[in-house]
């Protein structure tokens, strides 16, 4: 099961960034190599130090060969897609939160351990692009998927992050209708005002709703919030910043930075105002 998630999220957040159908496929099967190698290390203590910059060098490698093996398709979405599960985006979320309520110690901690995830898979995914350069050049595809796709890759994902999670059968389905609407507010929000107000819209319903959820059912709101919340936050942007600026393309690097910390910015807003909206249960 935990195989199939690792594989079936990939296989959505490459249809969340734009990917068609070789993209999906091949990004569900790096997703499962990336979910071979962590399964792995969890038996080894030595290799669970270098999981991240393992992975990202194996995603960064296989998907220029799974390229030309299927044809046309985005590498840097394949690969990138691969490595979804190993995004530090939620820690850099609740790192800059515990930063904003003043708990200064615990935030400087985790936003310096997400700081260095993000880095070791630019390294490994900078290595993959080297040994890649020596490859055929792929062509980038200019196919799409119809809307309908998208929906199917919405109501999945939030189950391949809820099973990660090691959630419970009953939690699954309040799982998957969280990122049903945290997904629906962002891009109502982002139609309607733009795409940072958009997500802070979404992260204030989910945080409010998250904490309906924690005093209606007496359980954690972090049931709700969590796959929710990973349906949001930018970590997609991060690993792209670090894996251009490791190819010394300073500019696109240092904007994708900056509107991935504006986006942070714009959830831990949302995540503080729905707490004022309606407060959390004590103990969720």
């Known amino acids: ?18 990917g068609g159908g070789r993209e999906v496929l091949a990004g569900a099967l790096v997703g499962l190599c990336s ?27 296989l998907a220029p060969l799974l390229g030309l093996a299927l044809g046309k398709l985005s590498v840097l979405t394949v690969t990138v897609a691969g490595l979804v599960a190993f995004l530090p985006s939620l820690a850099l ?3 800059l939160s515990e930063l904003a309520t003043r708990h200064l ?19 490994g995914v900078a290595l993959g692009h080297e040994i890649a350069s020596h490859m055929p050049h792929i062509p980038e595809p200019h196919t799409r998927l119809p809307e309908w796709t998208l929906w199917l890759a919405l109501a999945l994902a939030p189950l391949a992050v809820a099973v990660q999670l090691r959630a419970t059968p009953r939690q699954l389905l309040p799982a998957m209708v969280a990122g049903v609407l945290a997904w629906v507010a962002a891009r109502g929000g982002a139609q309607w005002l733009d795409p940072e107000l958009g997500v802070f819209v979404a992260t204030l319903a989910l945080g409010a709703a998250g904490n309906a959820y924690a005093w209606l059912r007496r359980r ?18 991060g690993l792209r910043s670090v894996a251009w600026l490791a190819q010394s393309d300073v500019l696109h690097g240092l904007k994708t930075a900056s509107q991935m910390m504006v986006t942070v910015v714009a959830l831990v807003g949302g995540l503080l105002f729905a707490n004022v909206l309606v407060p959390p249960r004590s103990g969720s």
Do not use: H, K, Q, Y
């Not at 998630?5 to 249809?15: D, E, F, L, V």
């Open 35 to 61: 979910g071979l190698l962590a399964l792995a290390a969890r038996r080894n203590a030595t290799w669970e130090r270098v999981l991240e910059p393992a992975a990202a060098l194996t995603a960064a490698v």
């Open 220 to 237: 954690p709101a972090a049931v709700v919030i969590v796959p929710g919340l990973v349906m949001l936050v930018p970590g997609s942007l």
């Open 105 to 123: 110690v615990a935030g400087t901690t985790r936003l310096a351990g997400a700081l260095a995830i993000f880095l070791t898979l630019g390294l």
């Open 93 to 95: 979320t609740t790192a």
């Open 1 to 18: 099961a935990t195989l199939m998630a690792w594989s079936i999220g990939s296989g959505a957040a490459a249809r969340f960034l734009g």
